[in-house]
């Protein structure tokens, strides 16, 4: 059922990535004005020496850099990835230069570490981890002049907290960006067969019908209406024709490939996109369509009822240049073949268990 969930998840992580792009910027400035205050208040001598002044204004360019002239713009995890190891390279140049791998300034670690973690995953997140680690027993090694087992324990000590942080941030990441694409995936189906809504079909459609149009390709729309609904609704009542639906719908989902597209388009109309598909295997699926359906019966109390679907082909470029002339001629095809096939208005094909 996922038809398009791979571009369509790719767009949506490209479109969180450069969101999340834009707000790193926020976060290195707050660890530009989070190290000035530590120097001012704590080290104001410090924040005169040439080194940190080097340190602290090629970090602020750099930022800049990244916010005005915004270099892999179009690469928006690179660009992530540049910039973490960024503050994590400027952190641990600002601990070595104070002299301080045991001070305060050692928790601006957590910056990185919590961006890797909210926009990265799990992978890039270990990874950032493992370079604080060794960025921060650089720092502490050289400050106590050797790595000593003191030096270890007094590591360790200050990374476990950063480690704990990081795999709790992760698994938030993670349940919060599960929910979302439970909650989209809803968002995305119509409630009572599982199939597309028409507002997410017409935004494959669209990209489709896009690809075709500068490759020189083809696609096909089927119309489907469900034959009989009114009177199953009036014979057998709602429900009856609600599981109607829904066989449809479920015989529609068997048939297609998993490059097609199945909606509901209405009440008792279902569309499908064929991408690639021209007209002549086009009216092979729909004729698959109508003996799939016919042949899946509905059972109502003592009775089997027999289901009839209508189904009209529309191809581009056949049938038009634009994607709702093609549709138009689907659903035009169908009217013709319900003519048909409909039986006499108010009659049903059933028989007894």
């Not at 973690?117 to 720092?139: E, F, K, Q």
């Not at 019908?209 to 009177?231: C, I, T």
């Not at 066989?247 to 996109?273: C, H, P, Q, S, Y």
């Not at 209508?310 to 169908?334: K, Y």
Request: overall charge positive; aromatic content about 6%.
């Amino acid at each position: 059922m996922s038809r398009d969930s791979l571009p369509r998840s790719v767009e949506i992580e490209q479109a969180q990535l450069q969101g999340f792009a834009r707000s790193v910027v926020e976060v290195e400035w707050l660890l530009l004005i989070l190290v000035l205050l530590y120097l001012f208040v704590a080290s104001p001598n410090l924040a005169a020496d040439v080194l940190m002044l080097a340190t602290l204004v090629t970090f602020a360019g750099l930022v800049l850099v990244f916010r005005y002239a915004k270099p892999l713009a179009g690469r928006p995890r690179l660009k992530l990835c540049v910039e973490v190891a960024l503050m994590i390279a400027f952190v641990t140049g600002v601990v070595v230069l104070a002299g301080a791998a045991s001070s305060a300034l050692v928790n601006l670690y957590l910056l990185p570490i919590v961006t890797a973690a909210l926009a990265l995953g799990r992978r890039a997140t270990v990874l950032v981890v493992l370079l604080v680690a060794m960025s921060y027993l650089g720092s502490a090694a050289l400050e106590a002049q050797g790595l000593t087992p003191a030096v270890a324990t007094g590591a360790f000590t200050v990374l476990a907290p950063f480690v704990l942080v990081a795999l709790l941030t992760t698994r938030l990441a993670e349940s919060i960006n599960t929910a979302t694409e439970r909650i989209r995936a809803l968002s995305d189906r119509d409630e009572l067969t599982g199939l597309y809504n028409m507002r997410a079909f017409k935004r494959v459609a669209e990209r489709e019908h896009e690809l075709a149009s500068r490759g020189g390709g083809s696609y096909s729309v089927l119309m489907v209406d469900l034959d009989g609904l009114k009177a199953i609704n009036d014979t057998f009542g709602h429900e009856a024709g609600n599981r109607a639906i829904k066989l449809v719908g479920d015989a529609l989902l068997r048939i297609t490939r998993k490059t097609d597209v199945a909606a509901r388009f209405g009440g008792d109309e279902f569309i499908v996109l064929l991408p690639g598909a021209n007209a002549e295997a086009a009216e092979e699926i729909a004729q698959r369509i109508r003996n799939v359906v016919f042949s899946t019966t509905l059972e109502v109390d003592v009775k089997i009822v027999r289901v009839k679907v209508s189904v009209g082909v529309g191809t581009f470029p056949r049938d038009g240049i634009a994607l709702q002339t093609v549709m138009t001629a689907a659903d035009r095809a169908m009217y013709k073949d319900k003519e048909l096939r409909e039986p006499p208005k108010g009659k049903l094909i059933f028989r007894r268990r």
